[in-house]
Protein backbone atom coordinates (compact mmCIF):
# COMPACT_ATOMS: atom_id res chain seq x y z
CA UNK A 1 0.00 0.00 0.00
CA UNK A 2 1.88 2.92 -0.97
CA UNK A 3 1.61 6.31 1.08
CA UNK A 4 -1.20 8.01 -0.26
CA UNK A 5 -3.47 4.77 -0.02
CA UNK A 6 -2.58 4.90 3.64
CA UNK A 7 -3.78 8.48 3.99
CA UNK A 8 -6.87 7.91 1.67
CA UNK A 9 -7.84 4.54 3.80
CA UNK A 10 -8.55 6.95 7.17
CA UNK A 11 -11.47 9.02 7.46
CA UNK A 12 -10.21 12.70 9.20
CA UNK A 13 -12.66 14.77 10.15
CA UNK A 14 -15.14 17.09 7.14
CA UNK A 15 -14.98 14.01 5.41
CA UNK A 16 -17.80 12.44 3.66
CA UNK A 17 -18.96 9.07 1.73
CA UNK A 18 -16.41 6.15 1.49
CA UNK A 19 -12.83 5.98 2.35
CA UNK A 20 -11.91 3.86 -0.48
CA UNK A 21 -14.18 5.53 -3.26
CA UNK A 22 -12.09 6.19 -5.98
CA UNK A 23 -13.62 9.77 -6.64
CA UNK A 24 -11.94 10.58 -3.32
CA UNK A 25 -9.08 9.48 -4.16
CA UNK A 26 -9.06 11.70 -7.44
CA UNK A 27 -10.19 14.69 -5.24
CA UNK A 28 -6.94 14.12 -2.96
CA UNK A 29 -4.08 13.84 -5.99
CA UNK A 30 -5.98 17.08 -7.57
CA UNK A 31 -5.79 19.15 -4.29
CA UNK A 32 -2.34 17.84 -3.62
CA UNK A 33 -1.41 19.16 -6.88
CA UNK A 34 -3.48 22.30 -6.87
CA UNK A 35 -2.29 23.02 -3.43
CA UNK A 36 1.70 22.43 -4.52
CA UNK A 37 1.18 25.18 -7.51
CA UNK A 38 -0.68 27.64 -6.26
CA UNK A 39 -0.81 27.41 -2.42
CA UNK A 40 -3.56 26.50 0.18
CA UNK A 41 -5.42 29.84 0.16
CA UNK A 42 -5.56 30.63 -3.73
CA UNK A 43 -6.89 27.01 -4.75
CA UNK A 44 -10.98 27.23 -4.37
CA UNK A 45 -13.16 23.77 -3.79
CA UNK A 46 -14.48 25.13 -7.42
CA UNK A 47 -10.91 24.37 -9.05
CA UNK A 48 -10.35 21.33 -7.46
CA UNK A 49 -14.01 20.23 -9.34
CA UNK A 50 -12.75 22.07 -12.11
CA UNK A 51 -9.45 19.98 -12.72
CA UNK A 52 -11.21 16.65 -12.19
CA UNK A 53 -14.20 17.07 -14.15
CA UNK A 54 -17.14 17.23 -11.39
CA UNK A 55 -19.35 19.77 -10.13
CA UNK A 56 -18.65 21.57 -6.75
CA UNK A 57 -21.80 19.94 -5.31
CA UNK A 58 -20.26 16.71 -5.88
CA UNK A 59 -16.72 17.53 -4.46
CA UNK A 60 -19.09 18.47 -1.32
CA UNK A 61 -20.65 14.72 -1.12
CA UNK A 62 -17.13 13.81 -0.19
CA UNK A 63 -15.55 16.80 1.71
CA UNK A 64 -17.90 19.34 3.47
CA UNK A 65 -14.87 22.18 2.97
CA UNK A 66 -11.08 23.14 1.85
CA UNK A 67 -10.13 22.76 5.44
CA UNK A 68 -11.09 19.14 5.04
CA UNK A 69 -9.29 18.15 1.89
CA UNK A 70 -6.45 20.19 3.54
CA UNK A 71 -6.30 18.24 6.43
CA UNK A 72 -5.40 15.14 4.17
CA UNK A 73 -3.26 16.88 2.67
CA UNK A 74 -1.57 18.00 5.75
CA UNK A 75 -1.40 13.86 6.71
CA UNK A 76 -0.04 13.25 3.89
CA UNK A 77 3.06 15.74 4.66
CA UNK A 78 3.46 14.41 8.29
CA UNK A 79 3.11 10.58 7.24
CA UNK A 80 6.36 11.41 5.01
CA UNK A 81 8.08 12.34 8.25
CA UNK A 82 6.92 9.66 10.42
CA UNK A 83 8.14 7.12 7.54
CA UNK A 84 12.27 7.94 8.48
CA UNK A 85 11.35 8.39 11.94
CA UNK A 86 9.66 4.73 12.37
CA UNK A 87 12.78 3.72 9.96
CA UNK A 88 15.22 5.41 12.81
CA UNK A 89 13.22 3.56 15.39
CA UNK A 90 13.69 0.34 14.40
CA UNK A 91 17.17 0.39 13.86
CA UNK A 92 19.51 -2.06 16.01
CA UNK A 93 20.78 1.15 17.98
CA UNK A 94 21.13 2.63 21.24
CA UNK A 95 18.75 5.06 22.44
CA UNK A 96 20.63 8.14 22.13
CA UNK A 97 21.35 7.46 18.93
CA UNK A 98 17.77 7.18 17.76
CA UNK A 99 16.86 10.34 19.83
CA UNK A 100 20.20 12.00 17.59
CA UNK A 101 19.07 10.88 14.68
CA UNK A 102 15.35 11.88 15.27
CA UNK A 103 16.32 15.65 15.60
CA UNK A 104 18.63 15.51 12.85
CA UNK A 105 15.67 13.94 10.34
CA UNK A 106 12.65 16.50 11.27
CA UNK A 107 15.22 19.47 10.49
CA UNK A 108 16.19 18.08 7.06
CA UNK A 109 13.02 17.22 6.10
CA UNK A 110 11.36 20.25 7.46
CA UNK A 111 14.37 22.24 5.47
CA UNK A 112 14.02 20.46 1.95
CA UNK A 113 10.19 20.93 2.04
CA UNK A 114 10.95 24.69 2.78
CA UNK A 115 13.38 24.81 -0.39
CA UNK A 116 11.62 22.44 -2.74
CA UNK A 117 7.72 22.31 -1.92
CA UNK A 118 7.06 26.41 -0.28
CA UNK A 119 3.38 25.84 -0.81
CA UNK A 120 2.89 22.36 1.22
CA UNK A 121 5.30 23.81 4.19
CA UNK A 122 2.88 26.81 4.18
CA UNK A 123 0.14 24.36 4.32
CA UNK A 124 1.80 22.52 7.29
CA UNK A 125 2.40 26.29 9.08
CA UNK A 126 -0.95 26.70 8.88
CA UNK A 127 -2.27 23.43 10.34
CA UNK A 128 -0.32 24.17 13.47
CA UNK A 129 -1.26 27.21 13.54
CA UNK A 130 -4.94 27.07 13.51
CA UNK A 131 -4.98 23.35 15.52
CA UNK A 132 -5.64 21.01 12.72
CA UNK A 133 -6.66 17.48 13.67
CA UNK A 134 -3.50 16.28 11.47
CA UNK A 135 -1.28 18.63 13.14
CA UNK A 136 -2.26 17.12 16.66
CA UNK A 137 -2.69 13.36 15.33
CA UNK A 138 1.34 13.91 14.28
CA UNK A 139 2.50 15.35 17.45
CA UNK A 140 0.21 12.77 19.13
CA UNK A 141 2.18 10.14 17.44
CA UNK A 142 6.04 11.78 17.63
CA UNK A 143 5.32 12.16 21.60
CA UNK A 144 4.46 8.61 21.75
CA UNK A 145 7.85 7.54 19.80
CA UNK A 146 9.90 9.88 21.97
CA UNK A 147 8.03 8.47 25.06
CA UNK A 148 8.82 4.71 23.98
CA UNK A 149 12.77 6.17 23.27
CA UNK A 150 13.27 7.55 26.84
CA UNK A 151 11.83 4.22 28.14
CA UNK A 152 14.24 2.24 26.17
CA UNK A 153 17.25 4.39 27.39
CA UNK A 154 16.27 3.89 30.70
CA UNK A 155 16.05 0.22 30.33
CA UNK A 156 19.53 0.31 28.48
CA UNK A 157 20.45 2.24 31.54
CA UNK A 158 21.82 5.17 29.67
CA UNK A 159 19.48 7.77 30.54
CA UNK A 160 18.43 8.99 34.00
CA UNK A 161 15.45 7.85 35.96
CA UNK A 162 14.52 10.25 37.93
CA UNK A 163 12.56 12.50 36.16
CA UNK A 164 9.02 11.82 35.78
CA UNK A 165 8.85 10.43 32.13
CA UNK A 166 5.81 12.98 30.72
CA UNK A 167 7.99 15.41 32.28
CA UNK A 168 10.80 14.28 30.34
CA UNK A 169 9.24 13.65 27.29
CA UNK A 170 7.54 17.56 27.09
CA UNK A 171 10.93 18.87 27.58
CA UNK A 172 12.09 17.07 24.46
CA UNK A 173 8.91 18.23 22.59
CA UNK A 174 9.98 21.74 23.79
CA UNK A 175 13.64 21.49 22.66
CA UNK A 176 12.61 19.88 18.78
CA UNK A 177 10.39 23.03 18.80
CA UNK A 178 12.90 25.45 16.75
CA UNK A 179 13.58 22.44 14.43
CA UNK A 180 10.24 21.18 13.87
CA UNK A 181 7.86 23.82 14.11
CA UNK A 182 7.84 25.51 10.31
CA UNK A 183 7.44 28.75 11.20
CA UNK A 184 10.57 28.87 13.67
CA UNK A 185 12.66 26.79 11.15
CA UNK A 186 12.22 29.57 8.81
CA UNK A 187 14.27 31.68 11.00
CA UNK A 188 16.92 29.22 10.89
CA UNK A 189 17.35 27.86 7.78
CA UNK A 190 21.23 28.69 7.03
CA UNK A 191 22.11 26.93 10.91
CA UNK A 192 19.46 24.09 10.89
CA UNK A 193 21.60 21.15 10.60
CA UNK A 194 23.85 22.40 13.54
CA UNK A 195 21.15 23.63 15.63
CA UNK A 196 19.33 19.93 15.53
CA UNK A 197 23.04 18.34 16.33
CA UNK A 198 23.40 20.76 19.11
CA UNK A 199 20.14 20.60 20.52
CA UNK A 200 20.40 16.98 20.41
CA UNK A 201 23.55 17.06 22.43
CA UNK A 202 22.25 19.47 25.07
CA UNK A 203 19.23 17.25 25.88
CA UNK A 204 21.13 13.70 25.69
CA UNK A 205 23.42 15.12 27.94
CA UNK A 206 20.88 16.23 30.56
CA UNK A 207 19.70 12.62 30.34
CA UNK A 208 22.98 11.28 30.80
CA UNK A 209 22.80 8.42 34.26
Known sequence: MTQMEKIM???????????????RGQIIAAAYEHFR????????VADMAKAIGL????????????????????????NKLLI?????????????????????????????????????????ASAIEE???????????????IHSIILEGREQGVFERKTPIDETCRAVALALQPIRHPILLEYNLETIDNDATMLANLVLRSFAP
Open 9 to 23: SKKLPGQRGPVDHER
Open 37 to 44: LYGYKKTT
Open 55 to 78: STAYLYKFFESKKAIGEEICALCH
Open 84 to 124: DIKTIVKENALAPEKLRKIFQSLAQNGAKLFFHNRKMHDIV
Open 131 to 145: KWHAAIAFDQELNSI
